[in-house]
């Protein structure tokens, strides 16, 4: 008999221990949260309508869905950045992937980068004309090899050979960007997005700056940034911006947060953006809050700069400041709440 009870001790003894241990696991799972950009700029000038309104909220919405999905099945942030962005780029509603700008040369050229906060890895890519989704082309980069950076016909054949899904480029064609770059192709104009319904094309006026980007963290609490971008509508010499650029458009450190930019990118490169707002809460030992106000709103606004970034720090915590009078965003936050903005604040 005391044997008997003895075993049954050692059975609910054991049971309790181990009911104590997935409680203490499930405790120590980290608050997940996810934040969308889809470009920033004069937007009340663009003059929407309610459908076209109510058709970026929704796209929006559905990318912070997507993103949100993986991270409450556990998966990891970079997932769930690529997936977000995904819904980004396959939207015509954006500049990159499908509703990528034209060249003055009547093409496509796509640029795009992803960061795992966890371990400083990286992979991006610039000046790609076939591959779908740009985004992905980046993360294999970081996953399948040696190298973080790959450009125009290197980084579609490293993508091919990776299976990833290549397109004909006339797949990357819209009328509206056509139409765009009709208006700009005979001048030495450059346009950063849609241009305004005035028909300005006033350098840098009244227009939306493109790039889509997205930061989560997950339930490990590893941080995870990425960014994809058609650049400058009419651009000459295969310029690059910032977006491919690990640390000025596209950062994550587990250590302070994970950002995306979106803006002029020649001013997001000569002022690093990215990194620099890590860089103060690191080094500095301040706030998400204050690091990236900094930056965007006094750094960047005095050199000249428009734009903005979003951005999230380790412990879930949002910001997402903007010098234009509007960026299209969005984010869930780690309380489940989502919310979707244009040029509200």
Known sequence: MSRIILILFFISMTGISYVDAQAKKNLMKHSIAIA???????????????????????????ALHTGYEILKKGGSSVD??????NVLEDSPLFNAGKGSVFTNDSINEMDAAIMNGADLKCGAVAGVRTIKNPINAARVIMDSSQFVFLSGRGAEKFAAEQHLEIVDPSYFYTKSRWDQLQ???????????????????????????????????????????????????NKKYNRIGDSPLIGAGTYAN???CAVSCTGKGEDFIRLVVAYDISALMQYRNITLKDAATYVIMQKLKKAGGRGGCIAIDKYGHIQMPYTTDGMFRGYIDTKGKMNVMIWEK
């Open 36 to 62: 969308v950009h889809g470009g920033a700029g004069n937007l009340k000038k663009l003059g929407l309508t309610p459908e076209q309104e109510k058709n970026y909220r929704d796209t929006l919405a559905l």
């Open 80 to 85: 769930a950045v690529q997936a977000a962005i």
């Open 183 to 233: 208006k700009l192709i005979h001048t030495d104009t450059v346009a950063l997005d849609h241009d305004s319904t005035t028909g300005d094309i006033t350098p840098m006026k009244d227009e939306k700056f493109g790039t889509v980007g997205c930061v989560a963290i997950d339930e490990h609490g590893n941080l995870a940034a990425g960014t994809s971008t058609g650049g400058l509508a």
């Open 254 to 256: 587990n250590k302070t």
